[in-house]
């Protein structure tokens, strides 16, 4: 394995934060913290772009508490962005996209972004946090998981091709990239995973013509993994089943069927799944149902559930034993050969 030159990632970092100068940080509502800089994904108009429904806005959920604290999220996403944080530190060479959750209306971008961002550089990882478009009027096409609509998936396969492509100027072993998603981004996670074999729009650039496919895949709490969530997104979105599927069982009932959209195979990366009990938005059968076809196509695949924890946790420490799921994953990450030996 080649060695990674510190350098090059002090001379990228100082690259991105001059880059798209000409635009200044206005890609939108919400910023980063200071010493980042969000960066297009795209040269110009995203592929399957639509019209907007109004500017990008930033709120404060100040009812629905997470640990006791507030989070924040934006909605009318429509010029996607990545916003990469330098691993603190010694650099692991190890990389992870993470994709927020928020049902493709939000994403909770500090919850489940750049909250997830500070536990990932602490321990020498490089975060990429991509800001996938969510138009935000609830209805598919316009916003919605893959293949009701394309956009964030577009956008997934998108940033992979550019972390890769970059990979020796940001210090990044291109074969020690990963995803994390939560919720709608824990399906994401699962799209990526199993569509990843061409891209899902023309090719732009280099960055399009390198493997999308992530080496490794981490789904928290995901969403729209069972044929019950399938029907779900169809009666409530496209009013179109995909081909094959049945039509005379309820969208409500227990199920461990996988949506037919994915198809796992050996080629699907080493997935990480986690999921509580309670969890009344997604329900702990999406991690089970994924879990079971990747155990079926030969893919390694460590999962965890929890009795307690509901949906939409994050990294936020509680006394509830979920709360101790990083640290599962960092070691997993060991043992697949991610991270070195702790």
């Avoid at 009318?76 to 994709?99: D, I, Q």
């Avoid at 013509?209 to 069972?226: N, Q």
């Avoid at 460590?302 to 420490?317: I, S, V, W």
């Amino acid at each position: 394995m080649r060695t990674l030159k510190p350098l090059a990632v002090v001379c990228w970092f100082a690259f991105a934060l001059s880059a798209n100068s000409q635009k200044g940080d206005r890609f939108g509502g919400w910023q980063p913290s200071p010493g980042h800089r969000q960066i297009a994904i795209w040269p110009g108009t995203p592929p399957d772009a639509q019209p907007l429904t109004g500017p990008e806005t930033v709120k404060i959920d100040t009812t629905d508490l997470v640990a006791g604290r507030p989070y924040t999220y934006i909605n009318n996403v429509s010029r996607p962005t990545m916003t990469v944080y330098a691993p603190r530190g010694k650099n692991t060479g190890v990389a992870v996209v993470v994709f927020p959750g928020g049902g493709y209306q939000i994403l909770a971008i500090d919850l489940e972004g750049s909250e997830v961002c500070e536990w990932l550089t602490a321990r020498g990882i490089t975060c990429v946090l991509l800001k996938y478009r969510v138009p935000g009027e609830g209805k598919y096409p316009k916003s919605g998981p893959y293949p009701y609509s394309p956009m964030a998936l577009e956008d997934a396969q998108r940033t992979m091709g550019l972390v890769r492509d970059h990979a020796a100027e940001w210090g990044i072993d291109p074969h020690k990239i990963g995803v994390l998603g939560f919720s709608a981004g824990g399906g994401m996670v699962a799209n990526i995973s199993n569509h990843f074999a061409k891209r899902i729009y023309p090719p732009v650039d280099a960055a399009d013509r390198v493997s999308c496919r992530p080496d490794f895949a981490a789904g928290i709490y995901p969403g729209h993994l069972t044929l019950s969530s399938a029907r779900y997104d169809v009666q409530y979105g496209v009013k179109k089943l995909p081909l094959g599927t049945p039509v005379d069982a309820s969208i409500d009932e227990p199920d461990l069927e996988l949506n037919p959209n994915l198809h796992p195979t050996r080629q699907t990366p080493p997935t990480f799944l986690v999921q509580a009990e309670d969890d009344h938005e997604d329900g702990v059968d999406q991690a089970l149902a994924y879990f079971i076809a990747l155990n079926k196509a030969g893919v390694p695949v460590e999962m965890h559930l929890y009795a307690q924890g509901g949906h939409a946790f994050g990294l936020r420490p509680t006394k509830l034993p979920v709360t101790h799921w990083p640290d599962l994953m960092q070691t997993w990450l060991r043992t697949i050969g991610m991270l070195p030996p702790g």
